[in-house]
């Protein structure tokens, strides 16, 4: 999927706010990208927009093979993990399922297949306040992967997660992509997440957000924070991030 010379303004009162300034993007099939920018930059937005829940003012969403496709292949987690505190874990996993028309059997069977992998054995029926953090976040992210589409949107997944829990999610969300084999669009403020996570990362300005940088990424997995190729790419992308928050 890609976005093409996507712009997005608001209006605040009398006042129109641009957000977005033709703004472009590809996910490849089975690529994981990232997009990463100055705080209120509208990475969101543009997240939104890719999901279908916004419309943009101009540009396009190119969706599937040759821009056909639809966005029904598409699944989007916002930053928070939205559970449902009537529902247990398993549950929860099986909402988007559920929404999508299959069977409530065939959805649970499915969900309890993954509850091993997704490091959450034994808290099927456990109800969201009896969940940490981290549990929280894996249920809403097998809640994503359960909709079966083959391209994720993800939202700050990992952001509500202290440093070392997030550290290990990043490992683990790694491994479930490579096995699971979709393709996955990463809004984060963490750059080292996007390093370790990512084949490319964009780069956005300050608002109005455009692209001022396309990295690519194509040393192996998995990566680690204190490698020469790591630091360096770290260093790179906080120098411009820091210059682009500067610009007024």
């Known amino acids: ?26 996910v490849p099939s089975g690529g994981w990208v990232s997009v990463i920018g100055p705080s209120g930059c509208g990475k969101t937005t543009l997240l939104r927009i890719m999901a279908g829940l916004v419309v943009p003012d101009g540009g396009r969403i190119l969706v599937g093979a040759g821009g056909a496709g639809d966005r ?3 699944a989007y987690m916002p930053q928070s993990d ?6 247990t874990a398993l549950d929860n996993a099986v909402l988007g399922p559920e929404v999508d028309g299959r069977p409530r059997g065939k959805a649970q069977e499915e969900a309890r297949a993954l509850f091993d992998r997704f490091g959450l054995s034994g808290s099927e029926h456990l109800y969201p ?12 992210l097998m809640r994503t992967f359960l909709c079966q589409r083959e391209v994720l949107l993800l939202d700050e997944p990992l952001g509500s997660l202290d440093a070392l829990t997030r550290a290990t999610m990043q490992g683990w969300l790694c491994s479930v992509w490579q096995e699971l084999g979709h393709s996955v669009l990463l809004v984060t403020h963490d750059i080292e997440e996007a390093i370790i996570l990512s084949d490319r990362l964009y780069l956005l300005s300050a608002g109005p957000a455009r692209v001022v940088s ?7 997995r998995p990566r680690l924070r204190n490698t020469g190729a790591t630091v360096q790419m ?15």
């Not at 890609?2 to 590809?26: H, M, N, Q, W, Y």
Request: proline share 6%; charged share 25%.
């Open 1 to 26: 999927m890609a976005a093409v010379g996507v712009s997005k303004s608001f209006l605040r009162g009398r006042r129109t706010i641009p957000v977005l300034d033709a703004v472009s993007i590809e």
């Open 72 to 74: 029904e292949g598409m």
């Open 82 to 87: 939205t559970l449902l505190p009537w529902r």
């Open 129 to 140: 306040h009896q969940l940490s953090g981290g549990m929280r976040q894996r249920v809403a």
């Open 214 to 220: 396309e990295l690519g990424l194509d040393w192996p």
């Open 234 to 248: 770290k260093a790179r992308i906080l120098d411009q991030l820091c210059a682009e928050a500067s610009h007024p």
